[in-house]
Each structure stands twice: as structure tokens, then as C-alpha cells.
């Protein structure tokens, strides 16, 4: 079993920046990916951006040039790092360890006002 800890979400005005962190405990040698989803007020989960061990790493294309993922696989962490965030980021962000039937973290909230 993987446990996994996010940290540094918040409220945060349009256009700011937020990062969030995240830590993995328990069998991280079962661990091949890690990443972060988010799930927005009636709305369903999805993928944000992921980091297969290696090099793989795959983000949403809308915010490419907004979201930034960086995974240490020695200290199994991942962090995410939000630029010029707008109203429409406002969701709960999840840590994720292998898969959608992998991991989870308990989710940070990130609130952008307008």
C-alpha cells in the first residue's frame, strides 16, 4: 500500500501562482507513476498531469503552458506548480500514485477568486 500526502493548496486571486506538494510513504518500490487530478464542484475527476518513471511525463494540453510537474523518484514526491491561475482552476487537486486503481491522496483544495 502507498499513503500519499499533499501540502500548499489555498485561496489564491486570479493570476497567482500556487504549489502543491505531495509525499509518498509505505511500498514506494511499487510505485511506476505519479501525478495529480482534480475535481471541480459537480464535476468529474480528471487528469491534470502525470510523470511515468523515466522521462514519460504527459500534461493536459490547455495547461501546458500553465502547469509544470516535476517528480523526484528517489524522495517520491511530485509537485505541481500553477501559474496565472483564472476562477476555472478552482477544484480539489489529488495526489495520485500509479493509476487511476492506485493511490490517492485526501485532496487540497485550491480556490482562485475572480
Known amino acids: 500500500q502507498v499513503q500519499l500526502v499533499e501540502s500548499g493548496g489555498g485561496l489564491v486571486q486570479t493570476g497567482g501562482s500556487l504549489t502543491l506538494f505531495c509525499a509518498a510513504s509505505g511500498r514506494t518500490s511499487t510505485i511506476f507513476s505519479m501525478g495529480w487530478y482534480r475535481q471541480a464542484p459537480g464535476k468529474e475527476r480528471e487528469v491534470v498531469a502525470v510523470?511515468?518513471?523515466?522521462?514519460?511525463?504527459w500534461t493536459v494540453e490547455a495547461l501546458k503552458d500553465r502547469f509544470t510537474i516535476v517528480r523526484d523518484e528517489v524522495q517520491n514526491t511530485v509537485s505541481l506548480s500553477m501559474n496565472n491561475l483564472n476562477p476555472d482552476d478552482t477544484a480539489v487537486y489529488y495526489c495520485?500514485?500509479?493509476?487511476?486503481?492506485?493511490?490517492w491522496g485526501q485532496g487540497t483544495q485550491v480556490t482562485v477568486s475572480s
Open positions: 510523470k511515468v518513471n523515466g522521462r514519460v511525463e
Open positions: 495520485n500514485a500509479n493509476g487511476r486503481s492506485g493511490s
